[in-house]
């Protein structure tokens, strides 16, 4: 695999124009690479964003994105920290001015073609709004950082030019959609969450075989990871398990960094919490449990977690998956971030955050955290294709579970239902497959075998190979190219 990288990448700019063997893609996206060389984008400004080796990991936000900012209305972006909106913004927009708040409250104020230069935040607004009076398009970026009392000078100016703004916080939002808010109705909201599994998968099709690019797929959702060295060198949980030190302690940074802007204290609650989701404890009564044998609540009542929980899926670091057909229980918690979830299980588990543990003792782990962020990452874009939402199931009496269910939008019945199996599915491995998606009462019966199967199938049930995987994702980013051209 090494030496397949090293050839695609040598040099950078060759690639730049065949990023993906579809004609349809190549034909939405060969205007915003043209203007990667424009920008240079492979320069210190611009490296290790959404940059892999000479490509641009693809996302259908690029081609929405693109048309609303053609509209010149003004536009508040923002989600999680790290997941790329700042880069798109930056290649999208065609801004005059870009602005980034500090959290000393100066400004880092760009001008463009100019070197960007350090001010008050006085006279930045000063001049950030005599471009808007100009018609200019202007950026303003960590905006949660920017203090209230200048939000009704910018939308006395509404709407004269084009204001966007970036911020790296979800309750952000609520602030300036508030009933007090200047703001309120004058920006768009748009939210950007993690990227898709399909889109990044359709970006590494070009680079790795269909297997791989799944596999591989799951990490590089975390836009940033495309930074760190030896990706795609080696099997994905190998490069976890030769980075865990490093993993934690950049994940943990982050982490650290979406409880400053969301301005909220990361006590040992919260990350007793977020090292046990990781681990796999997945249910409020027990999460409660354990918290209260540490001494971290009160209470063992799950109603004292269940407000963490909330808060932290508020934060956009928690996801709630329906339970689907399974005794007491209605709510999976779990990491949004694939790459979270296993880092903090592996904090928990082997305490990869206090000391160096030798790779050959936590390789087991790694694969097996590595396994179920993988089924959560598929169920998520296999009910994107289904037109359903993503669920679990979890049989009684210790039969296991069912990795992948999809129900219909208002979860009244089950459209589909998967196993997942990175190794090669056996015979026995299909009929239980099948079994089990009949026992729940799903329509469709499938199994994704991402090593091949070594049998048929029985009557009734779907095969997803990695190929069949591939052209799901594919047929997922020709969806959202259409919907984004309407």
């Not at 927009?93 to 880092?108: G, K, L, M, N, P």
């Not at 109705?185 to 269909?210: E, K, N, T």
């Not at 049998?455 to 190979?465: F, N, T």
């Amino acid at each position: 695999m090494a030496h397949r990288l090293h050839q695609a990448t040598t040099p950078a700019t060759t690639v730049l124009f065949k990023p993906f063997p579809y004609k349809w893609l190549q034909k939405q996206t060969l205007p915003l690479y043209g203007r990667v060389l424009k920008k240079q984008l492979f320069s210190s400004e611009y490296s290790g964003w959404n940059i892999l080796a000479g490509i641009i990991l693809w996302r259908r936000e690029f081609l929405g994105l693109r048309r609303f900012l053609r509209s010149g209305s003004w536009l508040l972006l923002y989600g999680r920290r790290k997941t790329g909106k700042s880069f798109m913004t930056r290649l999208l927009a065609e801004w005059s001015i870009y602005s980034i708040v500090a959290r000393d409250s100066t400004i880092v104020f760009e001008e463009r073609g100019s070197e960007p230069r350090l001010l008050s935040i006085e006279e930045a607004i000063r001049a950030i709004a005599g471009r808007l009076r100009r018609g200019d398009v202007v950026v303003i970026d960590e905006f949660q950082r920017l203090p209230e009392s200048l939000w009704e000078m910018l939308a006395s100016i509404h709407p004269n030019g084009q204001l966007i703004l970036v911020a790296s916080s979800l309750g952000v939002v609520e602030r300036v959609f508030s009933r007090h808010s200047p703001l309120l109705g004058l920006a768009a909201p748009w939210r950007i969450d993690l990227l898709h599994l399909s889109d990044v998968v359709v970006s590494l099709l070009p680079r790795l075989s269909a297997r791989e690019a799944v596999l591989w797929a799951l990490l590089l959702r975390e836009p940033w990871l495309t930074s760190m060295p030896g990706v795609l060198g080696e099997a994905p949980w190998d490069w976890i398990t030769s980075n865990a030190r490093l993993l934690y302690s950049v994940a943990s940074g982050l982490v650290g960094e979406v409880f400053t802007e969301e301005e909220r204290k990361l006590t040992r609650l919260y990350d007793a919490v977020l090292r046990l989701l990781g681990d796999g404890v997945w249910d409020s009564k027990s999460l409660a449990a354990l918290l209260y044998q540490r001494g971290l609540i009160e209470s063992p009542s799950p109603s004292t977690v269940t407000g963490v929980l909330d808060k932290l899926a508020s934060m956009g670091l928690v996801t709630k998956t329906r339970l689907w057909m399974t005794r007491g229980k209605r709510i999976y918690y779990r990491h949004s971030s694939p790459l979270l979830a296993i880092v903090y299980g592996l904090a928990e588990s082997h305490a990869v955050d206090e000391y160096p543990v030798p790779p050959g003792t936590m390789r087991d782990t790694v694969l097996a955290l590595y396994a179920r962020e993988l089924q959560f990452s598929l169920a998520e874009m296999l009910a994107e294709y289904h037109d359903g939402v993503p669920a679990y199931t979890i049989l009684p009496q210790g039969e296991g579970d069912v990795d992948i269910v999809v129900l219909d939008k208002r979860a009244r019945y089950a459209i589909a239902a998967y196993e997942v199996k990175m190794g090669t599915c056996s015979r026995s491995d299909l009929i239980a497959a099948y079994e089990r998606a009949r026992k729940i009462g799903a329509a469709l019966a499938g199994a994704v075998c991402l090593s091949g199967a070594d049998a048929a199938p029985p009557p009734g049930l779907r095969i997803l190979e990695p190929e069949d995987v591939a052209e799901v994702a594919e047929q997922l980013a020709r969806r959202a190219s259409k919907k984004a051209a309407q």
